[in-house]
C-alpha cells in the first residue's frame, strides 16, 4: 500500500536549534497538509499546499515556522529557533486530486514526528 | 464556536459488543465530508471512513458504519463487534466547501477525540 513516509520518526534537541522536518506524500496526491498534534490543543492545521503552491498557513507561527514543497515529492516543515512549547507531535497527510469541484478522498497520514525541545 | 464536536472524552465496551462514538458538527455548507480516523497508542492516524453530504446511505466499511443524520448535524460512528485492537483514540472530522474556490476548501477540522477502551 502507498503510504505518506514521514522523517524523522523522532527527535530531541536542545531550545534555539533548527529543526527540520520531511514528508513524502503519497504519489499522485496534489495536497500536502502538516498538522501538530498536543494533549492541550488536539490536532491542529499549520499549513497546506495544492499542486505545491501553499494556500494556508494561518495556522503556523510565522516567526519561527516555515513550510515549502520543493518538489512533488518533498515537503518540509522547519522550526527556527524551536522552544520548548513547540514539543508535540508533527504529522504529514497528503491527499488525492483535491480541488474545487473535488470528491471526498480522505486524507492519509504520515506516521508523525515526535519532537521534543528540551 | 466548535465546527466538530465529540462529547464523549472516554467509552467503555465489552469485547464482542457494538458501540457507537458521537459525532455532532456545525457547518452552513451544502458540501460537505465528515471523517473518522482511529490513532491506536502507537500513535498513527488510521482513515477510517467517509461520508459526503449528499450521500443517500449512510456510509459502511466492514465493522464500521456512519450512522449519518443530516438534520441533527450528527455522523456517529458504530462499530459492530468490537475488538480488543479496537482500543484506540477515535477522531471525527469535516471538510467544507470542496466544491467551491476559497482558502477553506479541503481543511479538515478535528474533533477533541474520543477514547475508546474495549475490554475482554
Known amino acids: 500500500d502507498a503510504r505518506v513516509t514521514q522523517t524523522p520518526r523522532h527527535k530531541v534537541t536542545e531550545m534555539g536549534q533548527e529543526v527540520t522536518m520531511r514528508c513524502q506524500p503519497i504519489l499522485g496526491h496534489n495536497t500536502v497538509f502538516w498538522y501538530r498534534q498536543t494533549m492541550m490543543q488536539g490536532l491542529e492545521l499549520l499549513a497546506y499546499f495544492r499542486n505545491r503552491a501553499p494556500l494556508d498557513d494561518s495556522g503556523m507561527p510565522k516567526d519561527r515556522f516555515s513550510a515549502e514543497m520543493p518538489d512533488a515529492t518533498l515537503a518540509t516543515l522547519k522550526i527556527q529557533p524551536s522552544e520548548p512549547r513547540d514539543s508535540a507531535v508533527y504529522f504529514c497527510?497528503?491527499?488525492?486530486?483535491?480541488?474545487?469541484?473535488?470528491?471526498?478522498?480522505?486524507?492519509?497520514f504520515g506516521d508523525g514526528t515526535r519532537l521534543s525541545i528540551l | 464556536a466548535q465546527k466538530i464536536t465529540q462529547t464523549q472524552p472516554g467509552m467503555f465496551v465489552q469485547e464482542k459488543e457494538a458501540v457507537t462514538l458521537d459525532c455532532t458538527y456545525d457547518t452552513s455548507d451544502p458540501s460537505y465530508g465528515l471523517f473518522w480516523y482511529k490513532q491506536p497508542s502507537s500513535g498513527e492516524m488510521i482513515f477510517l471512513i467517509y461520508?459526503?453530504?449528499?450521500?443517500?446511505q449512510n456510509a459502511t466499511e466492514g465493522r464500521y458504519s456512519l450512522n449519518f443524520q443530516k438534520a441533527r448535524k450528527s455522523a456517529n460512528l458504530v462499530i459492530s463487534a468490537s475488538q480488543l485492537g479496537d482500543s484506540a483514540m477515535y477522531f471525527c472530522a469535516m471538510r467544507e466547501g470542496f466544491s467551491r474556490g476559497g482558502t477553506s476548501y479541503g481543511k479538515l477540522t478535528f474533533g477533541q477525540g474520543t477514547i475508546l477502551t474495549v475490554h475482554p
Open positions: 461520508q459526503g453530504s449528499y450521500d443517500q
Open positions: 497527510a497528503s491527499g488525492p486530486n483535491w480541488g474545487p469541484t473535488g470528491g471526498l478522498q480522505p486524507q492519509h
